[in-house]
């Protein structure tokens, strides 16, 4: 297009200078029609260069292909899990959701924290106690087979650490401190699909950095439910 537009108007401004030439036969005019046809030229060629890095412009558009997303709303998931238990004046109130990104088919990770509500009574002092635990944890899961995975799981725990000790007057006081307690769980369990975008899942972790300030025993069994949206 670029070279058929260019061809129009030199060939057009010329023929017109060839006719001129033709009619007059005068040396004057001929250079005179020359100068006003090579600068006829000028605007005509800026002009079809114009036209044509427009079509050009517009063809690369065209087959400029789309960017693609670093992260994926469909390999996005929430979930979370929730628990509970009452009895002889203690209980516990747990809520654990998370937030996730399906990394590969076979790799996912979720950021989750826990929350968990403790109340009961001191046996040898009978004092009443109560603790706000607040857990902060990356879990990393690997499919192997079919949803089945196994899974490595880092948490950051903030909890009362509670101890006696003897007052002034020879009776032990039931006191605490806020410590933050490092566990580091492996292990691995399944995945069960309810629908086309929710299921739950079941599995069984081992706390490497067991301490008497963990929170849970060895093994440690969880469950729970995930949407995607």
């Known amino acids: 297009m670029k070279k058929l537009f260019k061809k129009y108007f030199v060939i057009s401004n010329f023929l017109a200078i060839a006719y001129l030439c033709r009619v007059k036969k005068s040396l004057k005019i001929f250079c005179f029609t020359f100068l006003f046809g090579a600068i006829c030229c000028i605007p005509n060629y800026a002009l079809a260069q114009r036209f044509d890095d427009?079509?050009?412009?517009?063809?690369?558009?065209?087959?400029?292909?789309?960017?693609?997303?670093?992260l994926k709303k469909e390999n996005v998931f929430v979930g979370g899990g929730l628990g509970g238990g009452f009895g002889n004046g203690a209980g516990m109130i747990q809520a654990s959701p998370l937030v996730g990104y399906n990394i590969t088919e076979s790799f996912q990770t979720a950021l989750k924290v826990t929350y968990t509500y403790i109340y009961g009574t001191e046996g040898l002092t009978t004092q009443r106690y109560s603790d706000h635990i607040i857990a902060t944890s990356l879990i990393n899961r690997y499919v192997v087979w079919k949803g089945?995975?196994?899974?490595?799981?880092?948490?950051?725990?903030?909890?009362?650490?509670?101890?006696?000790?003897?007052?002034?007057?020879?009776?032990?006081?039931?006191?605490?401190?806020?410590?933050?307690?490092?566990?580091?769980?492996?292990?691995?369990?399944?995945?069960?699909?309810?629908?086309?975008?929710?299921?739950?899942?079941?599995l069984l972790l081992y706390n490497l950095n067991q301490t008497k300030n963990s929170f849970y025993r060895n093994p440690h069994i969880q469950a729970g439910f995930t949407f995607g949206f």
């Not at 427009?54 to 670093?70: C, G, I, L, Q, V």
């Not at 948490?155 to 002034?168: C, P, S, V």
């Not at 566990?183 to 309810?194: P, R």
């Open 54 to 70: 427009k079509e050009e412009s517009a063809s690369e558009n065209k087959e400029k292909p789309a960017k693609e997303k670093f």
């Open 148 to 202: 089945i995975f196994l899974q490595v799981e880092p948490e950051l725990m903030n909890r009362k650490d509670y101890y006696l000790q003897t007052n002034a007057l020879g009776i032990d006081e039931l006191l605490s401190k806020r410590i933050n307690v490092f566990n580091l769980y492996v292990g691995g369990g399944a995945y069960m699909d309810f629908s086309s975008n929710s299921g739950g899942f079941i």
